[in-house]
């Protein structure tokens, strides 16, 4: 973490003691013995709202700004901070953050692949949902392959769900993934006659969802925290509010923030609804698409298993891309190591290697960005 340009950087002041019992050095640096831990469940114009004392009777959502020392550094969805001064939660007050705590995982995206700067886009995930349609919207695999090149660049691991199966069998789109060791969950909604769960989306309209896929998703996400992406209108908003019983179509009160609707574009945090303490969604409405600038190539090839072994035979600092000669992945592919979903993989792979780094890809780098 970056130091202040003061004598002192609070993040680095310890709450708790250590091991040993010992105090944290406090000589010259203040002391947080106050202090309390809060999960940020949203952030929206300098101010950081945070769940305090999470799943017992004192919970309480806290409101509280950055302090100055930390004014450099990103505080996200997720991130767990030690709050001070006012951490009652009652109205207007404001409490002060004063310390963002070591994180498990970080995940990150740059706003294109020509955009150097990386931004921290949620903090502690141990998953992410990459959600897409079976149809309507069309699924794009280089939206799921650079989800996937991001959760594993973070160390988060991916779980794909195909909703809308209903309109559409997504077995063609499954084949591209049928070598990769990831868990897929498929929703559709259920037949008139069969019992479903009833969830509404944000337009209002309703989906009633099949259970099992539902409750399959639920299972996966207890005990986790899961942050959720996928482009507008693939179903989102409805499988949130069947997992977390927010209503975020009809403005009703959240359960957890006490607010209505949230209308903003930054990422939220729910409970999930019925699972363990410590189960979380993080939905994230704002994020439409993983620039990949930040990530090193050798990591973008790890996202792709079922290829990375037929790089064993490229001559050393072959890049693997289009312009490579003699690039092992080309007769891997061929002959059908990758399975006859090899060639759509390879030529995946190939548009996030020349992604920014080469000028004429840069239009359909920053066109497959906004998928
Ligand atoms: N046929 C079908 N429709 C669905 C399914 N899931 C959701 N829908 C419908 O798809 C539309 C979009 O759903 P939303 O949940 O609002 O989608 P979203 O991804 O949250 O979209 P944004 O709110 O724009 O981000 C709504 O009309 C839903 O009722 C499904 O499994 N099958
Ligand atoms: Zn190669």
């Known amino acids: 973490m970056a130091r202040s340009t003061g004598s002192w950087d609070e993040s680095d002041v310890r709450i708790r003691p250590n091991k040993k019992g010992s105090r944290p050095r406090t000589k010259d640096r203040p002391a947080y013995d106050e202090a309390v831990t809060g999960r940020i469940i949203t952030v929206d114009r300098g101010r950081y709202t945070a769940v305090v004392d999470e799943d017992t009777p004192t919970e309480r959502i806290v409101t509280a700004a950055r302090a100055r020392e930390l004014r450099r550094n ?44 990386e931004r921290a886009v949620v903090a502690n995930a141990d998953q992410l949902v990459i959600v897409v349609a079976a149809a309507n919207p069309e699924p794009r695999t280089g939206f799921i392959d650079r989800a996937l090149v991001a959760a594993y660049d973070a160390g988060i691991s991916p779980l794909l769900c195909i909703t809308k199966a209903d309109i559409k069998d997504p077995a063609e789109l499954l084949a591209n993934y049928e070598h990769l060791d990831l868990d897929v969950i498929i929703s559709r909604t259920a037949a008139d006659d069969a019992s479903g769960i009833d969830a509404r989306s944000d337009d209002g309209l309703s989906a009633r969802l099949q259970g099992d896929a539902v409750q399959q998703l639920h299972r996966h996400l207890e005990g ?28 009703g009160v959240n359960a957890v923030t006490g607010r209505g609707r949230h209308t903003s574009s930054s990422a939220l945090a729910l409970k999930v609804l019925e ?3 410590g189960s979380w969604i993080i939905d994230t409405p704002g994020i439409r698409s993983f620039g990949l600038a930040h990530v090193d190539p050798d ?73």
């Open 224 to 251: 986790k925290v899961s942050v959720l992406v996928g482009h507008s209108g693939v179903g989102k908003s409805t499988l949130v509010n069947a997992l977390t019983g927010s209503d975020r179509a009809t403005g």
């Open 74 to 117: 990103p505080v996200v969805a997720g991130d767990l901070v030690s709050l001070v001064g006012d951490v009652s939660g009652g109205p207007d007050t404001l409490a002060r953050l004063v310390r963002i705590q070591d994180r498990r995982t970080l995940l990150r995206r740059s706003a294109d692949d020509t955009d150097p700067v």
């Open 275 to 277: 699972a363990p303490s």
């Open 299 to 371: 990591r973008i090839l790890q996202a792709f298993p079922d290829l990375e072994p037929g790089t064993e035979s490229c001559e050393r600092g072959c890049r693997h891309d289009d312009q490579a000669k003699n690039c092992g992945l080309d007769p891997w592919v061929e002959s059908g190591r990758a399975g006859a979903a090899g060639p759509a993989r390879l030529a995946s792979l190939r548009r996030l290697l020349g992604s920014g780094t080469r000028t004429e890809n840069r239009a359909s780098a920053k066109e497959l960005g906004a998928q």
